[in-house]
Antibody
Framework: QVQLVQSGSELKKPGASVKVSCKAS????????MSWVRQAPGQGLEWMGW????????TYAQAFTGRLVFSLDTSVSTAYLQISSLTAEDTAVYFC???????????WGQGTLVTVSS | DIVMTQSPDSLAVSLGERATINCKSS????????????LAWYQQKPGQPPKLLIY???TRQSGVPDRFSGSGSGTDFTLTISSLQAEDVAVYYC?????????FGPGTKVDIK
């Protein structure tokens, strides 16, 4: 069965960086794109961008330009999200989500809580 | 960016009654070459990731109960729960995947009256 398993919660200080992983199983990793969506506490869903798992080409939402890096390790079917220069406003649950041909998201990771606090 | 709006913000419906959620896109999300609306609906329960309910505005995802249906045209879309069940208490989001950024609506919270 398809699973996306994300890394555990993180506590970071302002100005630090964080790297979240999303390990896929149950399907051929490179045949679906991977997107990242975040949800601040009590808030809605915010699209962060996506990465082509076949080419490694990322697309970032403009709101995050310069602070995000999406990467892959296809040998272990894992996608990564790295965010730099963290602020308290980055405190959120971060989800990875799978998509066919970059359309709807049919499988989601369980979410990773990133807390930014001094 | 395409802005998605939803109404109402929340609603409370009696068990077995109909719940209707509206979603509006600021621009068309119709791709003329395939005549499909690039619009999806998700359900999110507390502490869980979102779950895909509907794509192409009206196609039910495999395994989703048929009491959930999607409709719409132009820039106006609707998610209908025909007979609300206790397990349907959740927040519902629409999302356009027509053009990046793939924006979500702000969500509609559904409760039992």
């Amino acid at each position: 069965q398809v699973q996306l398993v994300q890394s555990g919660s993180e506590l970071k200080k302002p100005g630090a960086s964080v790297k979240v992983s999303c390990k896929a199983s149950g399907y051929t990793f490179t045949t679906y794109t991977m997107s990242w969506v975040r949800q601040a506490p009590g808030q809605g869903l915010e699209w962060m961008g996506w990465i082509s798992t076949s080419t490694g080409n990322p697309t970032y939402a403009q709101a995050f330009t310069g602070r995000l890096v999406f990467s892959l390790d296809t040998s272990v079917s894992t996608a990564y999200l790295q965010i730099s220069s963290l602020t308290a406003e980055d405190t959120a649950v971060y989800f990875c989500a799978r998509s066919s041909a970059n359309r709807w998201y049919d499988y989601w990771g369980q979410g990773t809580l990133v807390t930014v606090s001094s | 960016d395409i802005v998605m709006t939803q109404s109402p913000d929340s609603l409370a419906v009696s068990l077995g009654e109909r719940a209707t959620i509206n979603c509006k896109s600021s621009q068309s999300v119709l791709y003329n070459s395939n005549n499909n609306y690039y619009l999806a609906w998700y359900q999110q329960k507390p502490g869980q990731p979102p779950k895909l309910l509907i794509y192409w505005a009206s196609t039910r995802q495999s395994g989703v109960p048929d009491r959930f249906s999607g409709s719409g045209s132009g820039t106006d879309f609707t998610l209908t729960i025909s007979s609300l069940q206790a397990e349907d208490v959740a927040v519902y989001y629409c999302q356009q995947y027509y053009r990046t950024p793939f924006t979500f609506g702000p969500g509609t919270k559904v409760d039992i009256k």
